[in-house]
């Protein structure tokens, strides 16, 4: 059963303008939300995280919004530029679980110039 | 570097051999967990140590499957009478803190 899930396979998105990457969960229990970014032959990166005590959180060009009553959270990348182009995964953990991360399927964004 | 490091990078097997991954974690990082990847899919979890003691296993770990940590350092992952269905990207990754992990960059395993 998947608990995270990213319904957007791929986004394609213009050089410059803003990159919405969505995603939803199932699990009430989850409590840590984070976004990794991830290229070929590579293992993911962690981009940022927010706890559920929070329902945003600002890194830079990246903010993570969390909707707790919808179990929706959001990833915003603005300005988006061409290096930003990866595949882009949503994990969650609860800490009952020894906070081990539960993935969605990702999604791929292409930044264009 | 001080990252996580995985040996080996590819390993190509044929069905029916015993293949084993090694895992060094973050020198500091207490936690140490290993996942799978296959194509189009996101990293699924396998199992979970902190320090020497393998505290979670995933239903997706069979009997086939075994991992270990001893003292605490680094891990190994053993897949015994490899199938073709276990040919996927073995990661491993490292915490300190909850939640937060830091992955290497993953061992590819080809089963002929």
């Known amino acids: 059963d998947q608990q995270v899930k990213q319904n957007s396979p791929s986004l394609s998105v213009q050089e410059g303008r803003i990159s919405i990457l969505n995603c939803d969960y199932t699990?009430?229990?989850?409590?840590?939300f984070l976004w990794y970014k991830k290229y070929p032959a590579e293992g993911p990166t962690f981009l940022i995280s927010i706890s559920s005590i929070k329902d945003k959180n600002e890194d830079g060009r990246f903010t993570v919004f969390l909707n707790k009553s919808a179990k929706h959270l959001s990833l915003h990348i603005v300005p988006s530029q061409p290096g930003d182009s990866a595949v882009y995964f949503c994990a969650a953990s609860a800490q009952d679980s020894g906070y081990a991360l539960n993935f969605g399927k990702g999604t791929s964004l292409l930044v264009t110039p | 570097d001080t990252g996580v490091s995985q040996d080996p990078r590819h390993k190509i097997t044929k069905r029916g051999q015993n293949v084993t991954f090694r895992c060094d974690p973050i020198?500091?990082?207490?936690?140490l967990y290993w996942y799978r990847q296959t194509l189009g899919q996101g990293p699924e979890f396998l199992t979970y140590f902190q320090n020497e003691a393998q505290l979670e296993k995933s239903r997706l770990l069979s009997d086939r499957f075994s991992a270990e940590r001893p003292k605490g350092s680094f891990s190994t992952l053993e897949i015994q009478r490899t199938e073709q269905g276990d040919s996927a990207m073995y990661l491993c990754?490292?915490?300190?803190?909850?939640?937060?992990?830091?992955f290497g960059s993953g061992t590819q395993l080809s089963v002929l």
């Open positions: 020198s500091e990082h207490n936690r």
């Open positions: 990754a490292s915490s300190l803190i909850a939640g937060e992990l830091f």
């Open positions: 699990n009430s229990m989850f409590d840590y």
